[in-house]
Every structure is written in structure tokens, then in C-alpha cells.
């Protein structure tokens, strides 16, 4: 059964209020800097959960800003694990950069485990330069690998990075919002990588060429027929509801978006 979640990284403009003029890194700093005291973390993550629940949300993808290995320590995790079971959220997956060396990769699979998640959902640039060594540390964790398509412009340059696999540990998170930028179908992409589907980032983006995000329905993405298809390939992973908007709160749109995925899943 798919169970659907929360991207985190929806809340990327929440430190900055919603005024992200500069890029995705600002919301990115904001956020570590955001969470990374020990002394406010729980309260913190407290408030994100408790929003997060009230929309109807049962499980959420954490977001790397939220409980960095660069910064957090064991207390943060301790924490962590105390504030998702005391709200009933579950963790699909982790979400964004695991860093580019072993020992970075490492500790993203070590918090991982902590969570209780199988899926790691973005990228690292330790494939590039030691696939065997995230192999290695993947199938020693029991995780996978999605890799997230965010530069790909078809499915086919993503199975040139995925490659044999290594026995499904690497596969694709695939980003409905970023196929719909590229101006390819992400109903047909989904199909194309259904044997290396790990996870489903479900979003929809305004037009081609660019990567504003909208609630489902409002943009250029066959987001009612990515799911239809999820259903016909058999498809029984995580999927979440992704919607990043720089300059307003995105709470309203998740909760239409979350009413009409449901409808479609039954």
C-alpha cells in the first residue's frame, strides 16, 4: 500500500517568511541554522510536526536541513525520534544531498537507520567518483538509493546514472515537477522507470521551462495520471506531496493537494 508524506523541503521559505528573493540556498541556511540548537530543537520541530499532522499527514519525508549530519548531534536524533512518535509521523525518507565522501554518506545512512527509513531520496557525489563504495554501504545498512532527476531531461538519461542497479539498491526518486520542467511526461517517465521506482516525489510546476511550484491541478503536470499510472504498474512505495513555494505558505495547497490524492488512490 503507498503511503503518502509530507516533503519537508515544502517549508524551505518558512525561516525566511516566505521571502526567498535569493535562491534555494537561503532557505537551505535558514533552516539548518533554524534547527541546529540543541536548546530550541525540540520545540522547533515540534511546531513543523504539529502543522504538518494537522493537514492529515500520518508520515513525512525529513528534509537534510531539518537533522543535518554536518551538525546534529545524538541528542538532536534522540529528540527527533521523540518529537515523530509523539505526533504519529512515520519517515518515508530522507531527502536532499548526502554528501560526497564515504564518511559523509555514511552518516546519512547511520541517521537513516535511527529514523527507522529504508530510502534515501536525492543524490550524492560519492557514485560518481566509488559506486562499489555506496553499493557497499547501502546493502551493509539495508537502504536504497533514489536518485532524484532534477538536470535529467528524459527517463533514459536517468537509467545511464541508476545502471545495473546493484541488485535494486539504486533506483530513482522521481520528481514529477522536474520532468514537467524539462517539458516531458511524467506519467510516461514513471512507466519508463517503473523497475527502478523507489520513491515518488509528486509535484506539479506552473510551465516548461521553469520550477514554480502549484497545487495539483494548476499546472503543466498529468499529476491525476502519474498516479493513475503508479496504480497500473503496481507501484506500492512511498510517495509524497512536494509544493516549494518561495513567497507564500504552502499549508493551503498540500491540504487540496493530500484531498485530491486521496480521491485518486481509492
Same mark, same amino acid.
Given at each position: ?27 537551505? /541556511? ?5 534547527? #541546529?540548537?540543541?536548546?530550541?530543537? !525540540?520545540? #522547533? ?21 531539518? +537533522? /543535518?549530519?554536518?551538525? =546534529? ?8 525520534? &521523540? ?11 530522507? =531527502? ?5 565522501? !564515504? ?18 531520496? %536525492?543524490? @550524492? ?17 539495508? +537502504?536504497?538509493?533514489?536518485? &532524484? ?6 527517463? =533514459?538519461?536517468? +537509467? ?5 542497479? =546493484? ?8 520528481? @514529477?515537477?522536474?520532468?514537467? @520542467?524539462? %517539458?516531458?511526461? *511524467? ?14 516525489? +509528486?509535484?506539479?510546476?506552473? *510551465? ?19 498516479? &493513475? ?16 513555494? &518561495? ?20
Amino acid at each position: 500500500m503507498i503511503t503518502v508524506s509530507f516533503m519537508t523541503a515544502n517549508y524551505v521559505a518558512r525561516p525566511v517568511g516566505y521571502r526567498m528573493t535569493e535562491g534555494w540556498m537561503q532557505g537551505d /541556511n535558514a533552516t539548518n541554522d533554524f534547527f #541546529r540548537p540543541l536548546d530550541t530543537y !525540540a520545540e #522547533r520541530l515540534g511546531l513543523y510536526c504539529s502543522d504538518i499532522r494537522a493537514m492529515g499527514f500520518t508520515a513525512l519525508d525529513i528534509w537534510m536541513p531539518l +537533522l /543535518n549530519p554536518v551538525w =546534529a548531534t545524538p541528542d538532536h536524533v534522540r529528540i527527533a525520534r &521523540e518529537v515523530l512518535a509523539r505526533y504519529g509521523l512515520s519517515v518515508n525518507s530522507l =531527502a536532499g544531498w548526502f554528501g560526497a565522501t !564515504a564518511v559523509e554518506f555514511d552518516a546519512c545512512c547511520k541517521l537513516a537507520v535511527a529514523l527507522n527509513c529504508q530510502v534515501l531520496g %536525492g543524490g @550524492t557525489g560519492l557514485l560518481e567518483h566509488d559506486r562499489a563504495q555506496v553499493v557497499h554501504l547501502l546493502r551493509d545498512y539495508g +537502504l536504497r538509493l533514489g536518485l &532524484e532527476n532534477h538536470p535529467e531531461k528524459t527517463p =533514459a538519461e536517468m +537509467l545511464a546514472k541508476i545502471g545495473d542497479g =546493484a541488485g535494486g539498491v539504486i533506483g530513482t526518486a522521481v520528481d @514529477t515537477g522536474w520532468y514537467g @520542467t524539462q %517539458g516531458y511526461d *511524467a506519467a510516461d517517465a514513471l512507466r519508463e522507470l517503473a523497475p527502478h521506482l523507489i520513491h515518488v516525489h +509528486l509535484k506539479d510546476v506552473r *510551465a516548461p521551462g521553469g520550477h514554480e511550484t502549484c497545487r495539483y491541478g494548476a499546472g503543466c503536470v498529468p499529476v491525476q495520471r502519474c498516479v &493513475e499510472t503508479l496504480r497500473q504498474i503496481g507501484y506500492d512505495g512511498p510517495l509524497c506531496v512536494e509544493h516549494e513555494p &518561495e513567497l507564500f505558505d504552502p499549508t493551503e495547497d498540500c491540504i487540496a493537494s493530500l484531498a485530491l490524492l486521496k480521491g485518486w488512490l481509492t
